[in-house]
């Protein structure tokens, strides 16, 4: 059974950084690492938003209100991926949820709450 679980998470000032790690179980580091990945993230009372996202071998792509503040990495060896967070904003405070898509199945993690405060 593919499991997705993420850490990482907290409360930090504006301006800080952290780095969201998501770890991949039930399957091989060889799927892993041809599979895609992503984050995405829901504030209160909004919709789920998509953060970045990731091919197996392309860049990744990353929402406008992110771009040059946040970086999402993968190590394949590891079945993990991550996202860098920094220059974090008070309006960046949400639930982070990662994602893959594994042998044509997509599954997502319970999520980790990040807390910015201004």
């Known amino acids: 059974q593919v499991q997705l679980v993420e850490s990482g998470g907290g409360l930090v000032q504006a301006g800080g950084s952290l780095r969201l790690s998501c770890a991949a179980s039930?399957?091989?580091?060889?799927?892993?690492?041809?599979?895609?990945v992503g984050w995405y993230r829901q504030a209160p009372g909004k919709q789920r938003e998509l953060v970045a996202t990731a091919s197996s071998g392309g860049a990744a792509d990353y929402a406008d209100s992110v771009k040059g503040r946040f970086t999402l990495s993968r190590d394949n060896g590891q079945s993990t991926f991550f996202l860098q967070m920094n220059s974090l904003k008070p309006e960046d405070t949400a639930v982070y949820y990662c994602t893959g898509r594994f042998l044509l199945g997509d599954y997502w993690g319970k999520g980790t709450l990040v807390t910015v405060s201004s």
């Open positions: 039930g399957i091989s580091s060889r799927i892993f690492s041809i599979s895609p």
